[in-house]
Nanobody
Framework: QVQLVESGGGLVQPGGSLRLSCAISGSIFSMNAMGWYRQAPGKQRELVAVITSGGSTMYADSVKGRFTISRDNAKNTVTLQMSSLKPEDTAVYYC??????????????WGQGTQVTVSS
């Protein structure tokens, strides 16, 4: 059984920063890639950042240069540092593990998500 708990969302002004955290429990983590996704109202959930089991990172073009994903295997946590936030970053953010090491096979495990709202 895998449990995911996201936190750190909130209301921030354009240009501001937020740090999201995801705590993972269960039999899946250090050997698996992890991803942060987001879903805006009326839109499909999209993958915004991936970190492999080896620590390599990949980002959607829309967030490249502004978001940074990291992981702490000792604490079973994944973090998404977001800066230079834009109104179009407004969404519910979710973390989710992959079944593989590099981020090709989504697991389908989800937490409750954390709301990020970027507005003046």
């Amino acid at each position: 059984q895998v449990q995911l708990v996201e936190s750190g969302g909130g209301l921030v002004q354009p240009g501001g920063s937020l740090r999201l955290s995801c705590a993972i429990s269960g039999s899946i983590f250090s050997m698996n890639a992890m991803g942060w996704y987001r879903q805006a109202p009326g839109k499909q959930r999209e993958l915004v950042a991936v970190i492999t089991s080896g620590g390599s990172t990949m980002y959607a073009d829309s967030v490249k240069g502004r978001f940074t994903i990291s992981r702490d295997n000792a604490k079973n946590t994944v973090t998404l540092q977001m800066s230079s936030l834009k109104p179009e970053d407004t969404a519910v953010y979710y973390c989710s593990p992959f079944r593989d090491r590099v981020g090709r096979d989504p697991s389908g495990y989800w937490g409750q998500g954390t709301q990020v709202t970027v507005s003046s």
